[in-house]
C-alpha cells in the first residue's frame, strides 16, 4: 500500500508544521524542499508506513532520500522527552528541511505545543532571544548547530537578555556537526544545559545524547563502525534498493543502520565517535584520521568552522590540509570565526603535540566561503577538488 507524498515549501515552517500534522494523523507524507522546487523524479507516492522524507547528501555529496515512518520519528519525540525534561515548547531556529529542524517540529507536535520560529536565512541571537521570552511552557527547549551556539554565546557577553534567555532553557541540543569540547564548556560555564546529540537523518535526527542512547535506541560498534538500533530508524532511501541494503543490516533478529562513522564504546557504554571511516589517509605510510585532525583544529582560536581534507603529496601521497571561510565569511558554521587566525607552524605543532608527525596539516587555505551541500555541510568533494590543484590562498 501507499500514501501520496507531498512536496512543502520549507522556507514556510509553519506550513511544514501543519503537513506534519496531518501526516502524523495518517495523511500524505510530507517532504520538505528547500526552495520549493519539486525535481522531476520525486515519485508522488511513498509506502503507506512513510510520514517524512528527508533529503539529504550525507557526507558524500550523494543525495539521498530518507524515508521515515511515523512511529519512527515519534519514538524519536519520545526518547527525547524521556532523556530531557519531559514534553515542552521549542523554539525552531534550524530550517524545516533538515532532520533536526523536523525533529523540533514533530515534537512539538507530540507535546501539543506550538514552536516559536525564528525566520528563515541569517541567524540572529538577538532575535533568538526574543522568540525564547515568548515561550510560555515552563519547560523550554532549542536545538542548535555548534556555531548558532557560538553565536548565542558571544552576544550573550554583552547583551543580559541574550544571557538570560540561553539560561532558560532546560536543554539546548547542539548536533549537526563535531562540537569542540571548549564550546560544550565554554556554554556549560555560563549557566547554557547544552546536550550534544549524535544521530542522522537515518536514526530520525539525534538518538544518542552527550554520549549515552536514549529510549530504546542500542549502540555497537562492529569492525570499527559505529551501528544504531532502536525504534526511530528510517524505512531505507526511497527509488534507491541498493543503497538501503548497503546501510541496513538485520543482525540476530534486530535491525541495525551502518554509521559510516568511526567510534568506540566504553565499559560504561559511552560512545565516542573519532571521525568517518572513509577519512583516513595514509601519509608517509601512517594512517592519519582527518576527523581527528579536525577535531583539534577546531579547537583552536578562529578555526571552529574549518573543515581538513585530503590532497595528493609527491613524497607522503596524501596529507591533510586545512581549509577555512574568511573571517565574517556568511558560511553558517563560521559565526564563530575571530580575526587572527593560527600561523601554520603553530597550528601544525598543536596538531603533531596530539595526534603526531604525520597528522601535521601540509597548509591552511583561506576562502571567502566555504562550499555547501544542500544539507548545509561543508562539500568536502568540491574542497578536495580545489586543493588537490595545490592552489591555496595561504601557506
Same mark, same amino acid.
Given at each position: 500500500?501507499?500514501?501520496?507524498?507531498?512536496?512543502?515549501?520549507?522556507?514556510?515552517?509553519?506550513?511544514?508544521?501543519?503537513?506534519?500534522?496531518?501526516?502524523?494523523?495518517?495523511?500524505?507524507?510530507?517532504?520538505?524542499?528547500?526552495?520549493?522546487?519539486?525535481?522531476?523524479?520525486?515519485?508522488?507516492?511513498?509506502?503507506?508506513?512513510?510520514?517524512?522524507?528527508?533529503?539529504?547528501?550525507?557526507?558524500?555529496?550523494?543525495?539521498?532520500?530518507?524515508?521515515?515512518?511515523?512511529?519512527?520519528?515519534?519514538?524519536?519525540?519520545?526518547?527525547?522527552?524521556?532523556?530531557?525534561?519531559?514534553?515542552?515548547?521549542?523554539?525552531?531556529?534550524?530550517?524545516?528541511?533538515?532532520?533536526?529542524?523536523?525533529?523540533?517540529?514533530?515534537?512539538?507536535?507530540?507535546?501539543?505545543?506550538?514552536?516559536?520560529?525564528?525566520?528563515?536565512?541569517?541567524?540572529?541571537?538577538?532575535?533568538?532571544?526574543?522568540?525564547?521570552?515568548?515561550?510560555?511552557?515552563?519547560?523550554?527547549?532549542?536545538?542548535?548547530?555548534?556555531?548558532?551556539?557560538?553565536?548565542?554565546?558571544?552576544?550573550?557577553?554583552?547583551?543580559?537578555?541574550?544571557?538570560?534567555?540561553?539560561?532558560?532553557?532546560?536543554?539546548?541540543?547542539?548536533?549537526?556537526?563535531?562540537?569542540?569540547?571548549?564550546?560544550?564548556?565554554?556554554?556549560?560555564?555560563?549557566?547554557?544545559?547544552?546536550?550534544?546529540?549524535?544521530?542522522?537523518?537515518?536514526?530520525?535526527?539525534?538518538?544518542?545524547?552527550?554520549?549515552?542512547?536514549?529510549?530504546?535506541?542500542?549502540?555497537?560498534?562492529?569492525?570499527?563502525?559505529?551501528?544504531?538500533?532502536?525504534?526511530?530508524?528510517?524505512?531505507?532511501?526511497?527509488?534507491?534498493?541498493?543503497?538501503?541494503?548497503?546501510?541496513?543490516?538485520?543482525?540476530?533478529?534486530?535491525?541495525?543502520?551502518?554509521?559510516?562513522?568511526?567510534?568506540?564504546?566504553?565499559?560504561?557504554?559511552?560512545?565516542?565517535?573519532?571521525?568517518?571511516?572513509?577519512?583516513?589517509?595514509?601519509?608517509?605510510?601512517?594512517?592519519?584520521?582527518?576527523?581527528?585532525?579536525?577535531?583539534?583544529?577546531?579547537?583552536?582560536?578562529?578555526?571552529?568552522?574549518?573543515?581538513?581534507?585530503?590532497?595528493?603529496?609527491?613524497?607522503?601521497?596524501?596529507?591533510? @590540509? $586545512?581549509?577555512?571561510?574568511?573571517?565574517?565569511?556568511? *558560511? =553558517?558554521?563560521? +559565526?564563530?570565526?575571530? %580575526?587572527? &587566525? /593560527?600561523? #601554520?607552524?603553530?597550528?601544525?605543532? @598543536? $596538531?603533531?603535540?596530539?595526534?603526531?608527525?604525520?597528522? *601535521? =596539516?601540509?597548509? +591552511?587555505?583561506?576562502? %571567502?566561503? &566555504? /562550499?555547501? #551541500?544542500?544539507?548545509?555541510?561543508?562539500?568536502?568533494?568540491?574542497?578536495?577538488?580545489?586543493?588537490?590543484?595545490?592552489?591555496?590562498?595561504?601557506?
Amino acid at each position: 500500500m501507499t500514501r501520496p507524498l507531498l512536496p512543502v515549501d520549507a522556507r514556510r515552517p509553519l506550513d511544514v508544521l501543519d503537513a506534519l500534522r496531518e501526516a502524523l494523523a495518517g495523511g500524505p507524507a510530507v517532504a520538505p524542499r528547500t526552495d520549493g522546487h519539486v525535481p522531476a523524479d520525486l515519485p508522488a507516492t511513498v509506502p503507506q508506513p512513510v510520514a517524512l522524507v528527508v533529503e539529504t547528501s550525507g557526507s558524500s555529496g550523494v543525495p539521498k532520500r530518507v524515508m521515515l515512518p511515523a512511529d519512527a520519528v515519534l519514538a524519536g519525540a519520545a526518547a527525547a522527552d524521556g532523556a530531557l525534561s519531559g514534553p515542552g515548547q521549542w523554539v525552531l531556529a534550524l530550517p524545516a528541511h533538515y532532520v533536526a529542524g523536523t525533529n523540533v517540529l514533530v515534537r512539538s507536535i507530540a507535546a501539543g505545543t506550538e514552536p516559536e520560529v525564528l525566520a528563515p536565512g541569517h541567524f540572529d541571537p538577538v532575535a533568538f532571544a526574543a522568540a525564547a521570552r515568548r515561550l510560555e511552557h515552563p519547560v523550554r527547549y532549542a536545538s542548535l548547530v555548534p556555531a548558532q551556539l557560538a553565536a548565542v554565546l558571544d552576544a550573550a557577553e554583552h547583551d543580559v537578555d541574550v544571557a538570560d534567555a540561553a539560561r532558560s532553557f532546560a536543554a539546548v541540543l547542539v548536533g549537526g556537526q563535531a562540537t569542540p569540547a571548549s564550546l560544550v564548556d565554554r556554554a556549560r560555564a555560563s549557566g547554557v544545559a547544552v546536550v550534544r546529540t549524535y544521530g542522522s537523518s537515518e536514526t530520525s535526527g539525534g538518538c544518542v545524547y552527550d554520549g549515552v542512547p536514549v529510549g530504546r535506541t542500542r549502540v555497537a560498534v562492529v569492525d570499527g563502525q559505529v551501528e544504531l538500533a532502536g525504534p526511530s530508524l528510517a524505512l531505507g532511501y526511497l527509488g534507491d534498493d541498493a543503497r538501503t541494503e548497503a546501510a541496513f543490516v538485520v543482525r540476530d533478529g534486530e535491525r541495525w543502520y551502518r554509521t559510516g562513522d568511526a567510534g568506540t564504546v566504553s565499559d560504561d557504554g559511552v560512545l565516542a565517535v573519532s571521525g568517518r571511516l572513509d577519512d583516513v589517509v595514509v601519509s608517509g605510510g601512517e594512517k592519519v584520521s582527518l576527523g581527528l585532525v579536525e577535531r583539534v583544529v577546531r579547537e583552536q582560536p578562529g578555526l571552529a568552522g574549518a573543515v581538513v581534507v585530503r590532497a595528493p603529496h609527491e613524497r607522503w601521497g596524501e596529507v591533510p @590540509v $586545512v581549509v577555512v571561510g574568511e573571517p565574517g565569511s556568511p *558560511a =553558517p558554521h563560521l +559565526l564563530h570565526a575571530t %580575526p587572527r &587566525l /593560527p600561523e #601554520l607552524p603553530e597550528l601544525r605543532a @598543536v $596538531v603533531c603535540a596530539a595526534l603526531g608527525r604525520a597528522a *601535521a =596539516p601540509d597548509r +591552511l587555505v583561506l576562502l %571567502p566561503e &566555504l /562550499p555547501l #551541500l544542500a544539507s548545509g555541510k561543508p562539500d568536502r568533494r568540491a574542497l578536495e577538488a580545489l586543493v588537490a590543484g595545490g592552489d591555496p590562498a595561504r601557506n
